[in-house]
């Protein structure tokens, strides 16, 4: 298991000599620098919250190949159905050789904060979330996931454009290391002159489908990511897994399928 967390460390300490802080003990880096690749393409995917299926079918219909880079927005694991599931093939894409670019969002930073908690705790909370299959057989956290969650930057800086799970609190006195706010803000206001052209991608906050589509069409400074796929059901206007394309804008949208799998082995 750990030669597949040393996988994803030195993947993304390749790139820690232009990140803005970087710790050489963990391998660790807050933000990360990412150029544009010569001939892929670059894909985005926020929140997939443990819906495994949807996901493995998004990147089937993306046909995503080792020139392309994939940056996923964070919030991996909880509320659907297999969160191992997302983790466990987010690894093994790196391991595979795919050039994937994951973030931290709040979901993986809570489960770090599990970490040491007694196993009552743990359980319940996991519980709470329905994720309960990131538990190994004694009851405790899976070490792989946690040295995986640890080592998840907050924003990748493309050049272009700004990554990050929640957004950037523009009202603070340092809106780019203000990394906590980038897990858990909402609602938050741009400042175009801090952005210097860049926008802003996000999840976090899901959001109604048209909207999404229009922020990608008017070229907005934010565009929202997240359209709560793991909401299908509940939700109108939620409930797909989006894929964006940052080169040519395009949108791939994936209806949830986990809902279906589940029904087939609840029947």
Same mark, same amino acid.
């Given at each position: 298991?750990?030669?597949?967390?040393?996988?994803?460390?030195?993947?993304?300490?390749?790139?820690?000599?232009?990140?803005?802080?970087?710790?050489?003990?963990?391998?660790?880096?807050?933000?990360?620098?990412?150029?544009?690749?010569?001939?892929?393409?670059?894909?985005?995917?926020?929140?997939?919250?443990g819906?495994y299926?949807?996901?493995?079918?998004?990147?089937?219909?993306?046909?995503?190949?080792?020139?392309?880079?994939?940056?996923?927005?964070?919030?991996?694991?909880?509320r659907?159905?297999?969160?191992?599931?997302?983790?466990?093939?987010?690894?093994?894409?790196?391991?595979?050789?795919?050039?994937?670019?994951?973030?931290?969002?709040?979901?993986?930073?809570?489960?770090?904060?599990?970490?040491?908690?007694?196993?009552?705790?743990?359980?319940?909370?996991?519980?709470? @979330?329905?994720?309960?299959?990131?538990? =190994?057989?004694? !009851?405790?956290?899976?070490?792989?996931? #946690? &040295?995986?969650c +640890?080592?998840?930057?907050?924003?990748?800086?493309?050049?272009?454009?700004?990554?990050?799970?929640?957004?950037?609190?523009?009202?603070?006195?340092?809106?780019?290391?203000?990394?906590?706010?980038?897990?858990?803000?909402r609602?938050?206001?741009?400042?175009?002159?801090?952005?210097?052209?860049?926008q802003?991608?996000?999840?976090?906050?899901?959001?109604?489908?048209?909207?999404?589509?229009?922020?990608?069409?008017?070229?907005?400074?934010?565009?929202?990511?997240? @359209?709560?796929?793991v909401?299908?059901? =509940?939700?109108? !206007?939620?409930?797909?897994?989006l894929? #964006? &394309?940052?080169? +040519?804008?395009?949108?791939y949208?994936?209806?949830?399928?986990?809902?279906?799998?589940?029904?087939?082995?609840?029947?």
């Open positions: 298991m750990m030669i597949v967390i040393n996988i994803l460390q030195n993947f993304l300490g390749k790139l820690n000599g232009s990140s803005e802080r970087y710790e050489a003990s963990t391998g660790f880096s807050y933000s990360v620098k990412v150029q544009k690749p010569e001939t892929g393409r670059r894909f985005v995917i926020s929140d997939i919250h819906c299926h949807s996901f493995k079918q998004l990147l089937k219909t993306i046909n995503l190949q080792k020139e392309d880079q994939l940056f996923l927005l964070g919030d991996y694991i909880d659907g159905p297999n969160s191992s599931g997302v983790l466990n093939l987010v690894i093994k894409l790196i391991q595979s050789g795919f050039q994937v670019f994951p973030l931290r969002g709040n979901h993986e930073q809570m489960l770090l904060d599990l970490e040491g908690q007694d196993e009552e705790v743990i359980h319940w909370s996991l519980s709470r @979330n329905n994720a309960i299959d990131l538990l =190994e057989s004694q !009851g405790k956290i899976r070490q792989t996931y #946690l &040295e995986f +640890s080592r998840l930057p907050y924003i990748y800086d493309l050049g272009d454009y700004y990554l990050v799970h929640a957004g950037i609190n523009f009202n603070s006195r340092k809106p780019f290391k203000n990394y906590e706010d980038m897990l858990w803000i609602d938050f206001e741009v400042k175009e002159k801090l952005l210097q052209g860049k802003i991608v996000h999840g976090h906050t899901p959001i109604e489908l048209t909207y999404i589509r229009n922020a990608v069409k008017n070229k907005s400074s934010v565009i929202p990511l997240d @359209n709560g796929c909401f299908s059901g =509940e939700y109108a !206007g939620l409930g797909k897994l894929c #964006l &394309e940052l080169n +040519s804008g395009e949108i949208e994936q209806t949830n399928i986990d809902v279906v799998e589940k029904e087939k082995v609840a029947s």
